[in-house]
């Protein structure tokens, strides 16, 4: 029998933690997108980048660089182009979809890590039932009592 329980975790299944792992991964990039959004809100409701008047790209995914080595930003998605109104409506939307979604990855990593425990309880049941009715039975005394 295993020792270790987080070894025996991850033998017992390892495409549970797989899985569980991705989903978390899934949530830190919807973490990480929902403040990049509630920045351009911010950004756009003090008035930077032309306020709610100018048309901007939703989604855009772009990395700054410092300033020196490399003076423009890498645009890894340049997202979708829309006229103010549509983009103010999309991205206070996105603002309160992203913790709904949060919440239902992590109900569902809640579901994994419930069927992992309980794939352990039944492993170390079985292994300890399995060790009890194997073990040799131990000869009785008679009591002169």
């Known amino acids: 029998m295993e020792r270790d329980p987080l070894r025996l975790a991850w033998k017992t299944s390892p495409v549970r933690h797989l899985a569980g792992f ?3 991964a899934l949530t830190g990039l919807l973490i990480l997108g929902g403040l990049d ?7 756009r409701a003090t008035g930077g980048a032309g306020g709610w008047t100018a048309p901007a790209a939703f989604l855009r995914i772009a990395i700054s660089p ?7 930003p890498l645009v890894l998605f340049p997202g979708f182009m829309l006229q103010p109104e549509a983009f103010a ?3 206070v939307a996105s603002v309160l979809v992203v ?16 069927g992992i425990g ?3 309880l039944t492993r170390t ?10 073990a040799p039975p131990r000869p009785t005394r008679t009591s002169p009592w």
């Open 89 to 91: 409506i999309a991205s």
């Open 125 to 134: 049941q079985t292994t300890a039932l399995d060790a009890i009715l194997k």
């Open 22 to 24: 991705l989903l978390l």
């Open 66 to 72: 410092p300033a020196g080595p490399w003076p423009e």
């Open 118 to 120: 309980l794939r352990m």
């Open 99 to 114: 913790p709904l979604l949060i919440g239902l990855i992590l109900v569902a990593l809640e579901w994994l890590a419930i």
């Open 37 to 43: 959004l509630i920045r351009i809100l911010v950004d």
